[in-house]
């Protein structure tokens, strides 16, 4: 490891190990120094792959000192402790999202984070995509002129299949479901490339309720939502007027056939439409396409100022090692890194607050 690396141990090896692991080494900022699994006999076999130490023991994890950060990549019920602990210890922490299982664990780690000093990453790596930066870019510019309406339709077959196995992803207490896999990006999105949600209303839906046992005894319920349709308000960073602006949000796992993952803006001097309906990659296959008023749709050329220096066969990659770039680099210039904890916080309130009205019926204020 060289002296102006950042070492950074990686919990979670299935992410973490065929995305966060290529990501580390392709950062010139950071390298990998250790892994941690809870199993001891598939943390061994990933030390094998990989030829890095790794230890079950989070606390002998932390006591290394090459370990001066740490990715979290594990189901979404054990990522609050972990980085609770991680903090403690006076290490850097990079989550993968959502962040925690509800707002009052978000905003303890936030808290705890700034009390510590540490700096703390999440993994909305849509903000290190060349096409959403571009969108981002335009937006503010103003080439909608006044929006006038959202709609964000993110449709996937990913557990369509009813013979796919149960696992924690079919339960809503360990972050299970559409909101924290799917919702908690799409959150951030609107937040990032509109501006703060100021109000929403949901309706959540399990469509398959049963799934079988892994081990084949059974079948086991699903209470974790796998399609929500919300309604939202946004305070538009790039209005003039500072109205409120509509917004529609469809999220699905269970859509076969979807048509994958597309965001349309529609304004008083033209629409942006950005989307991509490669269900097998969500970052490669996005085009952005726009109109100013009184024209022809047509397809806007890539900016080459957000071209990836080096692209690989799993698309994923190179967006996090992007984003795994400015967290180290927030770390080495003790800036605040965004997006960070309080943009996890933000998605979490949004994720709670669907929840709510999904069971009271109401439209809430954020």
């Known amino acids: 490891m060289k002296a102006s690396q950042l070492g950074v141990a990686i919990a979670g090896l299935g992410f973490g190990e065929k995305v966060h692991l290529p990501a580390l080494y392709a950062c010139p900022a950071t390298t990998p120094v250790a892994l941690w699994h809870p199993q001891n006999e598939k943390l061994q076999q990933s030390c094998s792959r990989t ?11 932390l006591a290394n000192p090459e370990v001066e950060a740490l990715i979290i990549a594990t189901p979404p019920g054990a990522r609050f402790q972990l980085a609770k602990q991680t903090l403690l210890a006076g290490k850097h922490v990079l989550l993968e999202k959502p962040i925690a299982l509800n707002s009052t664990e978000a905003l303890q780690l936030e808290q705890l984070a700034l009390a510590q000093g540490c700096c703390c990453a999440i993994n909305f790596e849509y903000r290190a995509v060349p096409a959403f930066q571009q ?13 006038w309406l959202v709609r964000f339709d993110w449709l996937m077959e990913s557990r369509s299949d009813p ?47 049963e799934r ?53 803006f529609y304004g ?22 726009g109109c100013r008023k009184g024209e022809a749709m047509a397809a806007i ?18 967006p996090v090692a992007r984003l795994i770039g400015w967290w180290a680099e927030a770390i080495r210039e003790a800036k605040p890194m965004v997006p960070g904890l309080l943009e996890g916080l933000q998605s979490q309130i949004a994720m709670d607050a669907c929840q709510s009205s999904d069971l009271s019926g109401n439209r809430l204020l954020l």
């Open 51 to 61: 030829g890095l130490w790794g230890s079950s023991n989070f606390k002998e994890l």
């Open 135 to 147: 969108l981002a870019e335009l937006l503010r510019a103003g080439w909608l002129g006044e929006p």
């Open 212 to 264: 079988p046992m892994p081990n084949g005894n059974g079948f086991a319920a699903v209470d974790a939502a796998d399609t929500a349709l919300i309604q939202m308000q946004l305070q538009p960073h790039w209005s003039a007027s500072k109205q409120f602006l509509s917004a529609q949000l469809a999220l699905s796992s269970v859509a076969r056939q979807g048509r994958g993952c597309w965001l349309e």
């Open 268 to 289: 008083s001097e033209g629409t942006l439409v950005l989307g991509s309906s490669n269900q097998a990659d969500y970052v490669h296959g996005f085009g952005l396409q």
């Open 301 to 318: 050329p890539n900016n080459p100022a957000f071209r990836y220096n080096r692209t690989w066969e799993d698309g994923r990659i190179a």
């Open 163 to 209: 013979k796919r196995p149960w696992n924690w992803y079919a339960q809503q207490e360990l972050g299970g479901g559409v909101l924290g896999a799917l919702g908690s990006h799409a959150f951030d999105m609107m937040e990032w490339l509109v501006g703060p949600i100021v109000a929403l209303q949901a309706q959540l839906s399990v469509a398959i309720k």
